[in-house]
């Protein structure tokens, strides 16, 4: 069924995102106290919940994106470039930014979205976050009453499961076992927050945001046993 794709239908993404405040202690009393219960069994005794807090950008209600990087092939003739682009400031500013791309671009029946664990992190929180800050959700993440197979995204991780439901592989661990390039990262997952409040270097967030697309991308050519994509052919629009 992969081979049957059209590689320019499919937009790739990933998402960074970061706790709603810098530190515990700068959330409201009651939103101190959710917290700490929606946490209670994640922590059990070894971490109090203002220690967890550095966890928080991974839960929607507590987290917020900061940065949503997106790829996409384009194909003239033998020509194959895949290109990049992304959304980052103010969170409505990227929600809404990111919502235009769909309407205007991946709207069509044909078009789908492809994200490395994005079926149980990526879309689920933008989805939500589009419903906290008051934006109606645009077709391809409304997904209520649609049919399983009506659901129009792809997820590289689910992918490679093959109907193992209990294995978890990163997308670095897949990469580097089907013998994709690691890009030149400076950073990893758990070093966001601080460079967000801290460094304050966003675009330092945006190269690593847009690295793991272009990464997907690979993971996802590999799967159709297809020939990776050289640097020449990575576009940053």
Known sequence: MLYKLNLEHIL????????QQQHFADLDETSQQLWEQKTQYQRKDE????????????????????????????????LRTFRTTSFYGEETTILKEFKQ????????????????NGKEFDFPYIARRMIINGINLPYKLDL???????????????????????????????????????????????????????????????????????????VFLRLRNEELLSDDEIKKV
């Open 12 to 19: 790739f993404l990933d998402i960074e995102t970061v706790p």
């Open 101 to 116: 791309l769909l309407t205007g671009y991946f709207s069509s029946v044909k078009h789908l979205l492809c994200a490395h």
């Open 47 to 78: 971490f109090t919940p203002e220690e967890f807090y550095e966890r928080a950008g991974i839960w929607a209600e507590f987290g917020k994106i900061v940065c949503i990087s997106v790829g996409y092939f384009k194909m003239q003739g033998d």
């Open 144 to 218: 209520f009453g649609k049919k399983p197979w009506e659901v129009p995204h792809l997820d590289t991780m689910e992918l490679w499961k093959f109907g193992d439901y209990k294995h978890f592989t990163s997308l670095k661990l897949l990469a580097h076992v089907l013998g994709i390039p690691s890009p030149k990262e400076d950073m990893d997952g758990s070093m966001v927050k601080d460079v967000f409040y801290k460094e304050n270097d966003i675009d330092r967030i945006i190269n690593y945001c847009e690295l793991d697309v272009v990464t997907t991308a690979q």
